[in-house]
Nanobody, 115 residues
Framework: QVNLVESGGGLVQAGGSLRLSCAAS????????MTWSRQVPGKQRELVAT???????KYADSVKGRFTISTDNAEKTVYLQMDSLGPEDTAVYYC?????????WGQGTQVTVSS
């Protein structure tokens, strides 16, 4: 049983920073694709950052230059460093990993940015 456990969300003032973590447990294999997405109630989930085992990274235009996705393969953890946060970044953030041929999601962590 593979579980993804997220941490690092919380309340921050506009202009501040947060670092989200997502750790996979129960798997001896590393993920080949890892993403962070976010969702606001009543809106579609938005993919904000993607990375893969090849080292490629992609960002949504809305976060480019402010968010950084990184991984620690030994710890089977993916991070999302979020800088220059604004109220528009308020959402529940979800991590995702594809390990071998299976998909796994974290439970979500709330990020609230006050103006």
């Amino acid at each position: 049983q593979v579980n993804l456990v997220e941490s690092g969300g919380g309340l921050v003032q506009a202009g501040g920073s947060l670092r989200l973590s997502c750790a996979a447990s129960g798997s001896i294999f590393s993920a080949n694709t890892m993403t962070w997405s976010r969702q606001v109630p009543g809106k579609q989930r938005e993919l904000v950052a993607t990375t893969s085992s090849t080292g490629s990274v992609k960002y949504a235009d809305s976060v480019k230059g402010r968010f950084t996705i990184s991984t620690d393969n030994a710890e089977k953890t993916v991070y999302l460093q979020m800088d220059s946060l604004g109220p528009e970044d308020t959402a529940v953030y979800y991590c995702y990993m594809r390990i071998l041929r299976s998909d796994y999601w974290g439970q979500g962590t709330q990020v609230t940015v006050s103006s």
